[in-house]
């Protein structure tokens, strides 16, 4: 019997747990068994008393593409935003840190993964865009972990425009950490400083940390959740996402 190909790839070296993202096929958009596997991991990562952290990383030129949108018409819409929801649940609460490496495209919910994140390195090719206002949608769920640490004229801006924008940019709004030529070895001088903290005051200062994050989750998840399903079966959605499916423009933008 032929073993399934991971959608998330395992490894971990020098204490630190790395969650690779690897469905090509879907450009690592968040299908169901990607982020079942996703979750999966940090719940693996999270229970290993020799793990110290864990990086979220990508093969390909994509980090993720956001909701992959073949599963988007089930008979359920809630299913979907509950899954990423739950997924950037996971992300912050687990105990050890968190940092995102990504030297590729990010889009719409893939920036959730982003927000829930402790830290995030990216790239010279990294480039960002919630493009969900184009398709009939809004960053609904993600604006869970998002809102709290995005400059809010900037999530005024990019929200509503969904132009994409550099990792300098990126750097500057508060979506990510730090911008650097040498994403890897940025991503070690973090991992190398957090090897130095003791588990109990990593996850201390975690929770610290991600307080207002807990909080917005806490307070909003489930009108996000209700909103982000109320959109994706709406009209207007669904000649939006059919229109980026068949790679023409919707019929608003033509």
Known sequence: MTREVPFVRVSTVDAVTTLELDSPHNRNALSSRLMAELTRGLAEAAADPAVRAVVLGHTGKV??????????????????????????????????????????????????????????????????????????????????????????????????TGETFDAAEAARIGLVTEAADDPSAAAKVLLDAIRLGSPQGLAESKRLANAGVVASFERDADERVAQSARLFGSAEAQQGMRAFLERRPAPWAE
């Open 63 to 160: 980090f993720c593409a956001g909701a992959d949108l073949s599963e988007a018409t089930g008979a359920d819409p809630t299913v979907g935003p509950r899954g990423l929801v739950d997924l950037q649940r996971a992300i912050v609460d687990c105990p050890k840190p968190v940092v995102a490496l990504v030297n590729g495209h990010v889009r719409a919910g893939g920036l959730g993964l982003l927000g829930a994140a402790d830290l995030v390195v990216a790239g010279p090719l990294a480039t960002f865009a919630f493009t969900e206002v184009r398709l009939g949608l809004a960053p609904a769920v993600i604006s869970l972990p998002l809102r709290p640490k995005l400059e809010p004229r900037a999530a005024s801006r990019y929200y509503l």
